[in-house]
């Protein structure tokens, strides 16, 4: 930088010069702001759009639990969806017609059966008597009473018609709608309903996968790990496989399932959207997240450890079995769990080989049809009913507090068995 | 026995076997006058190994190959019944035999050939798992029994099995190896028998791309076509907007984190924007294509602009979201690994703090940062949920941000969900496009290794 010799064009230039440092400064504050403004909008916005989801509405009803529609020795195939409607009709002498009928129970979630038959085959003294019960509205009455569908709108815009406004208006007025939490969010499977369909198919599935995944994945990495940095002589290759591993860490995930699918189901039969089969294409994907971690982990103990046990006589395998690996331990564990955490939160490889199945019933074991938490979420994001949205936002809440949770402890475990040499 | 009881009961003879390879050892032991080489626990471990290394291989290989010899037995059984059938009949008669044998499929959906087909494969998968079975307890019983032979007070059992443990991890870090030959070898396959059908000319600079294979021979559009430059095109274009929104803010918080901010700035803006990191894909997904694109579309309404619902842009817009910490995370390394003797040097000719940045410290982080950028776009290429949830299907080629475009991903994804048959060109087509996305990640990845090992200053 030339000086200018002229004393106040000099000034000016510093000046200039002042200027420019403060407007780098303040692009660098601009880039921080605007990440956390991103990461605070993410996060609010979903947060937000998950709330309606977690409460549900329900109608306070008298219902008869008569002789006719329930049959006390089949109970699970009673009539209680006729039940319901009845209670909701008495509320309604007025209508009639089959087309009114029709539509006052369709204020009725589906699910509100399942309301009566759960209370009466946990209290089989109610049958025969007359009993008052919270039943589960429909999604749109549930979207309506929370705010979401504005009454405001002209009835051909929103899904709730007049009709059925005036009967929520006097239902309300009788003060028998009340608000409570979704439970069902966490006990349901996955339904075509979205006032019915929850999270625990895919939290199962998910379960499963991963287990699958840590079962495979964390044994061979911490040994490849033991071989590649403890044992392994240092030739071409050793160095072709430490070049692949890191490799391997950055294929795309999709190619993972490509992998998959050609592999794990044409060639070798495996079932489709498995968790057996999920399971060990994320653990291929997850092998070198936790090689990698788990070698700096050994790299980072000292060497006068191993001097110190072969200097008593230890052989290089007991060396390692009996003091390496623990005190890396902490370390690989960090390094696993981070792993699965990542494994945890994969979809597109899943997607491949067809874990994105409409699953109702809880799958058994790994062979069974099943699904995980982040394909659910893809599911639900696809479905176009209005209350799917809040039902979509409340299962990424629940995967990232689940992802959250999983990471503190990691970082928990470092934090508390870290030791620097 | 199925494979998991056949493992369990293996299971249960290691245990038993560990047990008794102790006291074998001590019986020996007792009252001897010499040393035993090795300690109790080696020899029980041996005996484990006798018992239970060679049948579990076998019991996998066993496992792996039988379903491809009963499928070649069942193929030749078939030939002699019915008189030179096409490919495609063969695997209809195939698929039909292991679906009526599994039961998916009912009575009145087969023929005679297949029902007699059906008790051929029955009798074959039965004699397999027979043998199988008592393959794998015989070699675990002599096993057993030839391992208590050896164990003896000078039998030098550390040896033995510290070999085998040196061999089975030298397998595991071969299991790396194998996945990549693995993807190689099953995208490669496929991809040859894609371009039987498809010219490599065609799949690589066609211009029009709809994979809709007809169903009968003489439907409208029979043949679909497979040029993929759209897809390209628009991979391409969603990955430059990426770029421009993680390339800046990545680089400038990294610069700013590193070099300016206080310790408790840094310990609070770092993991937060590794937070952003650690989001699932499919949550950008769903915020791409239910916050972004309405948001967009409705602003660019208002100002006068048609904005797609599935523009390129919320998707490019998202994905830079995703990409910022990767490149802030790798550039934040680079610069700290500039030594603070260059940083002193310039201060010490009197440069301000931004100007020792920009001229000293930025030039001397270079590789490094060019590498994380590499990488980055190699991501940004590979990256699926965001561009299926949020990018469109119909494969235009267009260079305006704001309409839809389609990606490799997204055509992968939509070409493989749902059921359909494996031989399909159109499911050929995802190989192909896999092939191709994975050797571009590989070049970057490799590129980016280049240019850092050889344009790094070394100091020190």
Not at chain 1, 101 to 128: E, F
Not at chain 2, 289 to 302: E, N, S, T
Not at chain 2, 319 to 347: E, K, Y
Request: net charge neutral; hydrophobic share 50%; proline share 4%.
């Amino acid at each position: 930088m030339t000086e200018p010799s002229n004393p106040s064009a000099r000034k000016a230039q510093l000046a200039k010069r002042y200027r420019a440092e403060r407007r780098f400064r303040a692009y660098g504050i601009a880039a921080i702001s605007t990440a956390g403004l991103i990461l605070f909008f993410l996060m609010g916005s979903i947060l937000l759009s998950s709330l309606p989801a977690f409460t549900q509405h329900y109608v306070t009803l008298d219902i008869d639990i008569t002789e006719r529609h329930v049959d006390t020795q089949d109970l699970a195939n009673s009539d209680w969806r006729a039940l319901a409607r009845n209670a909701l009709r008495a509320q309604f002498p007025e209508v009639s017609g089959r087309k009114e009928k029709r539509a006052l129970g369709k204020l009725l979630s589906i699910g509100s059966s399942d309301d009566v038959r759960d209370y009466v085959t946990a209290n089989p003294s109610s049958l025969g008597t007359s009993i008052r019960l919270p039943l589960t509205l429909s999604d749109d009455i549930d979207l309506l009473l929370k705010g979401v569908i504005d009454r405001d709108l002209p009835e051909n815009e929103r899904v709730v018609s007049n009709q059925d406004l005036a009967w929520l208006d006097r239902l309300l007025d009788e003060d028998r709608i009340s608000r409570q939490f979704a439970t069902r969010i966490f006990t349901n499977g996955d339904s075509r309903e979205p006032e019915l369909a929850g999270l625990r198919g895919a939290l199962v599935g998910s379960l499963w996968t991963l287990l699958v995944t840590l079962l495979a994945s964390f044994p061979l990495g911490v040994m490849a790990a033991i071989y590649l940095e403890e044992i392994a002589p240092k030739n071409r290759l050793t160095q072709i496989i430490e070049v692949n591993i890191n490799n391997l860490a950055a294929v795309p995930s999709i190619v993972f399932g490509l992998l998959g699918l050609a592999v794990f189901i044409n060639f070798f039969g495996m079932p489709r959207s498995a968790p057996l089969v999920g399971g060990l294409v994320l653990a291929l994907m997850t092998l070198p997240r936790i090689i990698i971690p788990t070698r700096a982990a050994f790299a980072a103990i000292p060497p006068s450890i191993r001097e110190a046990a072969m200097g008593v006589g230890a052989s290089r395998l007991q060396v390692i079995m009996h003091h390496v690996l623990p005190l890396a331990m902490p370390g690989i564990l960090t390094g696993t769990i981070i792993g699965l955490a990542q494994a945890a939160g994969e979809t597109a490889p899943l997607l491949m080989i067809g874990m994105m199945a409409f699953i109702v019933d809880l799958p058994t074991d790994v062979t069974a049809k099943a699904t995980v938490l982040p394909a659910q979420i893809y599911m639900w994001a696809n479905n176009p009913e209005r209350a799917f949205m809040a039902r979509t936002s409340a299962g990424i809440v629940v995967l990232l507090s689940l992802l959250l949770m999983v990471n503190a402890t990691a970082i928990y475990f470092r934090k508390r068995f870290e030791k620097r040499w | 026995m199925s494979a998991s009881s056949l493992f369990l009961c293996l299971i249960g003879l290691g245990l038993f076997s560990f047990i008794f390879g102790r006291r074998r050892i001590h019986t020996i032991a007792k009252g001897a006058s010499q040393k035993q080489h090795s300690r109790d626990v080696y020899h029980a471990s041996f005996l484990v190994i006798c018992a239970t290394f060679v049948p579990i291989v076998l019991l996998i290989i066993w496992t792996g190959v039988s379903p491809l010899v009963i499928d070649a037995l069942l193929e030749s059984f078939l030939k002699t019944r019915v008189s030179s059938p096409s490919v495609g009949e063969m695997n209809v008669m195939m698929a039909k035999t292991k679906a009526y044998y599994a039961g998916s499929i009912n009575a009145a959906f087969i023929d005679d050939t297949i029902a007699q087909a059906t008790v051929y494969y029955q009798s074959l998968v039965e004699r397999s798992l027979q043998a199988r079975s008592l393959a794998v307890l015989l070699l675990a019983i002599a096993g057993v029994a030839m391992g208590l032979r050896k164990i003896a007070l000078r039998f030098t059992a550390r040896h033995s099995v510290e070999r085998v443990a040196q061999l089975i991890m030298l397998i595991a870090s071969a299991i790396a190896v194998l996945t990549t030959v693995g993807i190689v070898l099953s995208l490669i396959f496929e991809t040859i028998r894609f371009f039987a059908t498809v010219s490599v000319s065609e799949f690589l600079f066609g211009l029009h791309w709809s994979p809709q294979i007809a169903i009968r021979e003489d439907q409208a559009g029979g043949s679909g076509s497979f040029g993929a430059i759209p897809l390209f095109a628009g991979t391409l274009m969603i990955t430059f907007i990426a770029m421009i929104v993680a390339v800046p803010i990545g680089l400038m918080s990294a610069i700013y984190l590193s070099e300016y901010a206080s310790p408790r700035l840094r310990g609070i803006a770092k993991p937060g924007i590794e937070m952003l990191a650690g989001i699932p894909t499919v949550v950008y997904g769903f915020f791409a294509a239910l916050v972004v694109a309405p948001f967009l579309r409705d602003g660019g309404a208002d100002i006068g602009l048609t904005l797609s619902s599935e523009s390129a842009l919320a998707a490019g817009l998202v994905m830079g979201i995703m990409i910022i910490p990767f490149i802030s995370s790798l550039s934040d390394d680079v610069i700290n690994a500039v030594p603070q003797t260059l940083r002193d040097g310039a201060a010490a000719l009197g440069a301000t703090h931004s100007e020792t940045i920009q001229q000293v410290v930025l030039p001397a982080a270079l590789p490094g940062i060019v590498s994380a950028v590499l990488l980055a776009i190699s991501r940004a290429i590979g990256e699926t949920m965001i561009v299926v949830m949020a990018a469109g299907v119909a494969a235009n080629l267009t260079a305006n941000p704001f309409e839809s475009v389609t990606t490799v991903t997204v055509q992968i994804v939509m070409l493989l969900v749902g059921d359909q048959e494996f031989d399909s060109a159109k499911t050929l087509a995802a190989f192909a496009l896999g092939l191709v996305l994975f050797f571009i990640t590989l070049a970057l990845n490799i590129l980016a290794l280049y240019v850092v090992n050889k344009y790094r200053e070394q100091y020190d």
